[in-house]
């Protein structure tokens, strides 16, 4: 089943181009990570999947239900954590729970002082006084309080310290193991690397690319480190390396065809040292926008 599914989903701002024809869809259970750079659009999108803003044109569904029409329906089972948190500065983090709670017919009181506990939460004191980590684990509480069926995460780790961050995922693949369905939008592709199922990239407002995270990985380059007295310039040419870094015999370089074709290749000439890392999402993240900005 589809939890997200947009068609042609498209939002300008006057002339600027939010997002144009973007077609997502995510399924029920997924750890889906959503990602590109600054302007992409994926605030647009989780902004227009939430009705605050309305769409220029298209169609955006979560659980079979209309994003515009049927807006009040979905929150009841969706949490969602902005990039940006702001309250009211002067409630109390505990008055500010209470009231979030009271929008939802049943809390499980339990989980949610767990939540306030596992996150370390500063309940007595006022939301404005709180620092920005501070007021991210406040969200990420309104957030799960009412057990989601859906949680729309846009940079929930950012300002958290490290233990918060781990506990943070901690909790969010307990959640995901329990059948609630997650989008994360970051900028950290180590984490999206780790947790996601299947991630997708935005590019001008367009959806470029879907995939499995490992199938992702699978086509990307690795990165290679050969240290020889030889000159190989010739040799890495042959394989396709149109970049290598030169230092002190030290050749660095990105391949991503058969490492048994860059053995033999490699075997011509007095090697000292080889080392191959695997690739990570950043470093196909990068190459993926480096060959669409040479191909438009």
Do not use: W
């Amino acid at each position: 089943m589809a939890v997200i599914q947009t068609r042609g989903l498209t939002k300008y701002y006057g002339k600027s181009r939010g997002i144009e024809n973007l077609d997502l869809t995510v399924e029920e259970g997924e750890f889906f990570g959503f990602i590109g750079p600054n302007g992409a659009g994926k605030s647009t999108t989780i902004r227009t999947l939430l009705n605050f803003i309305y769409p220029s044109s298209g169609e955006a569904v979560i659980f079979g239900m209309d994003c515009v029409k049927e807006s009040t329906r979905i929150k009841t089972v969706t949490g969602y954590v902005p990039g940006e948190i702001n309250y009211y500065r002067e409630i109390r983090v505990r008055d500010l729970l209470r009231y979030a709670a009271g929008y939802y017919e049943s809390i499980d009181r339990q989980y949610l002082e767990r939540l306030c506990e596992e996150l370390e939460i500063e309940m007595d004191k006022k939301f404005g006084a709180l620092s920005l980590g501070n007021k991210k684990k406040v969200a990420i509480v309104q957030a799960l309080m009412h057990k989601p069926r859906l949680l729309i995460l846009d940079e929930p780790a950012n300002g958290l310290d490290p233990l918060i961050q781990s506990r943070l995922f901690s909790l969010l693949q307990e959640v995901n193991r329990e059948g609630t369905t997650i989008f994360l939008s970051s900028h950290n592709l180590a984490e999206v690397q780790r947790f996601c199922h299947r991630v997708g990239i935005i590019r001008e407002g367009r959806m470029a690319k879907v995939n499995r995270v490992d199938e992702l990985l699978g086509t990307a380059g690795r990165r290679v480190i050969v240290k020889s007295e030889d000159d190989l310039t010739a040799s890495l040419q042959e394989l396709g390396i149109k970049e290598a870094e030169v230092a002190a015999g030290t050749y660095s370089f990105v391949f991503d065809g058969p490492v048994d074709r860059l053995i033999k290749t490699l075997a011509r000439h007095s090697i000292h040292d080889l080392h191959l890392e695997e690739p990570s999402l950043e470093e196909q993240f990068m190459h993926y926008y480096e060959r669409e900005e040479e191909e438009s």
